[in-house]
């Protein structure tokens, strides 16, 4: 989406074409992402899941901004915030074995 934005395809150049459609289109791209987010880690059985998904997808919608025009890099970070925020908000001792 972003891509297309910068591209020009999807919008005019011309007095702030391309600027509405990005400020309409980046918090709906937000709140999707956060719901899809939330909804598969749910699945994945990531607790904590929507503590997850929400900060993730804003910081990464964040970042793409910063990023605009390097959808790889962009994405590369989307998917270290994701990373990282679930390492962050895992609760402490799950996933260690007892008598190990």
Known sequence: MFELLVSGVVCSKDDWGCLQAFVIAAPVFAVAGAVVGGFALRAWKVSRAWLVA??????????????????PVAFAV??????????LTTPRGEGVVEGA
């Open 54 to 71: 929400v900060p993730a997808t804003l910081m990464a919608v964040v970042a793409m901004v910063l990023l605009l025009g390097m959808t």
């Open 78 to 87: 989307f998917a270290a915030l994701y990373a990282l925020i679930a390492l």
